[in-house]
């Protein structure tokens, strides 16, 4: 196992770090110095298995051979070429690719620098395209309670994470919300999709009448809600999502940020419900994490439409500096090729019944009040302490890194999802890891 040539500031106080508890961190900073396939090296050496996939991103496992020389190549032979009336190859190959991975009929690709990037573009192709066709009246975009997709303006809006929203204003205006799909008392412990809710989806039909279909441009949802805790859809419910969409010329965005690139066992979350959407947001596992880029599929009667006017004419006005970056595209195309030589894409279907056997065994281990899995992915929730949310979770957290497995929390839910090249023993680590854990927190 390599060791990583990091040397520790002993000041740590300038980088006010994402999503963290600053003050905690410095006090106790946990740091990794280096990474090999399932394994970080902490500052201390010991090595840690990664419970996550780096934040749901490293698909195939870490510093991979064909994506690392992929890029050191390329930044040596082209390091950046401007994305604005300007081209190169690698940019198209991988949009080549990605529409011949998706689901049929998402046939165009936009490119940026990251999932909340993702979604931001997927929200203004979708009013722009209802502009577009003349139906410029549709301005609201709808999403769904806990979900999340991001954390720019749009994102925040349409997502449903009351933390991630209360501080920042009135965020952007006519968005209204879905009810998530979390019923936790009659859907505990349910493997895979849960039997109770797909009328949930109705409550779309109930939002289409308040506001009226002709406000409305787009529904935005996660396949299985991912950073909040892994909601999983009860069956059917997507596919009435799209029926209502259908019905109402209301395009259907969906967010796979977490649930593209085999997290599900399928190529996409699309691939797994088998219900298509008009947009596609990714990122995350689209470059394995290694380099920030995101991609966003779009149907052609969506493209089509706003290639009309003078040919010298942009037109659509978005984009970022670093759209389709060719070092990015060429850690992209590597990982897609890693994918498809190892079979990642489909692994969960292989691995998803150990997984979650081995998940619910977990179930009257102390504090825990729901296990749910699918692909391979899946959360443990636990009863939070009275008054003190989030800390119980945490504290398992801490735990679970300092006996050598990475885990995730959100709120008290453990969220788990490890790269697709895991094996039965590493899926033993960690729960063994985390029986252990939940016997010694309070
Ligand atoms: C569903 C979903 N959308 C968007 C994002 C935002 O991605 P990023 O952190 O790359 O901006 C995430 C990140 O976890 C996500 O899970």
Same mark, same amino acid.
């Given at each position: 196992?390599?060791?990583?040539?990091?040397t520790?500031?002993?000041?740590?106080?300038?980088f006010?770090?994402?999503?963290?508890?600053?003050?905690q961190?410095?006090k106790?900073p946990r740091?990794?110095?280096a990474a090999?396939?399932?394994?970080?090296?902490?500052a201390?050496?010991?090595?840690? +298995?990664d419970?996550?996939?780096?934040?749901?991103?490293v698909?195939?496992?870490h510093c991979?051979p064909?994506?690392?020389?992929?890029?050191?190549r390329?930044?040596?032979?082209?390091d950046?070429?401007p994305?604005?009336q300007?081209g190169?190859?690698?940019a198209?190959e991988?949009?080549?690719?990605?529409?011949?991975?998706?689901?049929?009929?998402?046939?165009h690709?936009?490119?940026t620098?990251?999932?909340?990037?993702?979604?931001?573009?997927?929200?203004k &192709?979708?009013?722009?395209?209802?502009?577009a066709i003349g139906?410029?009246?549709r301005?609201?975009?709808?999403?769904r309670?806990?979900?999340?997709?991001?954390?720019n303006?749009?994102?925040?809006s349409?997502?449903g994470? &009351?933390?991630?929203?209360?501080?920042?204003?009135?965020l952007?205006?006519?968005v209204?919300?879905?009810?998530?799909t979390?019923?936790?008392s009659?859907?505990?412990?349910?493997?895979?999709?849960?039997?109770?809710?797909?009328?949930?989806?109705?409550?779309?039909?109930?939002?289409?009448?308040?506001?009226?279909a002709?406000?409305?441009?787009a529904?935005?949802?996660?396949?299985?809600?991912?950073?909040?805790?892994?909601?999983?859809?009860p069956?059917g419910?997507?596919?009435r999502?799209?029926e209502i969409?259908?019905?109402?010329?209301?395009l259907?965005?969906f967010?796979?940020?977490i649930?593209?690139?085999g997290?599900?066992?399928?190529p996409?979350?699309?691939?797994?419900?088998g #219900? &298509?959407?008009d947009?596609?947001?990714?990122?995350?596992?689209?470059?394995?994490g290694?380099?920030?880029m995101?991609a966003v599929?779009?149907s052609s009667?969506?493209?089509?439409?706003f290639?009309?006017?003078?040919?010298? +004419?942009?037109?659509f006005?978005?984009?970022?500096?670093y759209?389709g970056?060719?070092?990015?595209?060429?850690?992209? +195309?590597?990982t897609?090729?890693?994918?498809?030589q190892e079979?990642?894409l489909?692994?969960?279907?292989e691995?998803?019944g150990?997984?979650?056997?081995?998940?619910?065994?977990?179930?009257g281990?102390?504090? #825990?009040?729901?296990?749910?899995?699918?692909?391979? #992915?899946?959360?443990?929730e636990?009863?939070p302490?009275?008054?003190?949310?989030?800390?119980?979770?945490?504290a398992?957290?801490?735990k679970?890194?300092?006996?050598?497995?990475?885990?995730?929390?959100?709120?008290?839910?453990?969220?788990l999802?490890?790269?697709?090249i895991?094996?039965?023993?590493h899926i033993?680590q960690?729960?063994?890891t985390?029986?252990t854990?939940?016997?010694?927190i309070?």
């Amino acid at each position: 196992m390599t060791e990583g040539s990091a040397t520790i500031p002993n000041n740590l106080d300038a980088f006010w770090m994402p999503f963290t508890a600053n003050r905690q961190f410095k006090k106790a900073p946990r740091m990794f110095v280096a990474a090999k396939d399932m394994h970080y090296t902490a500052a201390d050496g010991r090595q840690v +298995l990664d419970g996550t996939a780096g934040l749901w991103c490293v698909n195939a496992g870490h510093c991979r051979p064909l994506i690392t020389e992929a890029i050191q190549r390329q930044a040596a032979e082209l390091d950046y070429a401007p994305a604005f009336q300007m081209g190169h190859p690698k940019a198209f190959e991988l949009a080549n690719r990605l529409v011949d991975l998706a689901p049929d009929g998402l046939d165009h690709v936009l490119y940026t620098n990251s999932g909340s990037e993702s979604v931001e573009t997927a929200l203004k &192709v979708a009013l722009a395209y209802q502009k577009a066709i003349g139906q410029g009246s549709r301005t609201r975009l709808i999403g769904r309670e806990r979900g999340y997709h991001g954390v720019n303006f749009g994102g925040i809006s349409v997502g449903g994470i &009351v933390a991630n929203r209360k501080m920042f204003g009135t965020l952007l205006a006519g968005v209204d919300h879905l009810p998530h799909t979390h019923l936790l008392s009659k859907n505990a412990f349910s493997r895979g999709e849960p039997r109770h809710g797909v009328e949930l989806a109705d409550e779309f039909e109930r939002i289409i009448t308040l506001h009226d279909a002709s406000t409305i441009a787009a529904l935005i949802v996660e396949p299985v809600a991912g950073s909040t805790g892994v909601l999983i859809p009860p069956p059917g419910y997507l596919k009435r999502l799209r029926e209502i969409c259908d019905k109402y010329g209301i395009l259907l965005i969906f967010d796979e940020v977490i649930t593209g690139y085999g997290r599900l066992g399928t190529p996409f979350g699309a691939d797994y419900f088998g #219900v &298509v959407p008009d947009i596609m947001i990714t990122a995350k596992g689209l470059t394995n994490g290694v380099i920030p880029m995101g991609a966003v599929l779009t149907s052609s009667k969506i493209h089509d439409a706003f290639m009309t006017g003078p040919e010298h +004419l942009i037109e659509f006005f978005h984009g970022y500096t670093y759209s389709g970056n060719p070092i990015a595209s060429a850690a992209a +195309l590597a990982t897609l090729e890693t994918y498809k030589q190892e079979g990642l894409l489909t692994r969960g279907q292989e691995l998803g019944g150990y997984w979650e056997n081995a998940l619910h065994s977990l179930k009257g281990a102390p504090h #825990v009040i729901d296990i749910r899995n699918i692909g391979l #992915v899946g959360a443990i929730e636990l009863e939070p302490i009275a008054g003190e949310s989030t800390k119980r979770a945490f504290a398992a957290f801490v735990k679970a890194f300092e006996k050598g497995v990475l885990i995730r929390t959100t709120g008290d839910i453990i969220a788990l999802s490890p790269p697709l090249i895991v094996e039965k023993s590493h899926i033993d680590q960690i729960v063994d890891t985390i029986r252990t854990v939940l016997g010694e927190i309070d």
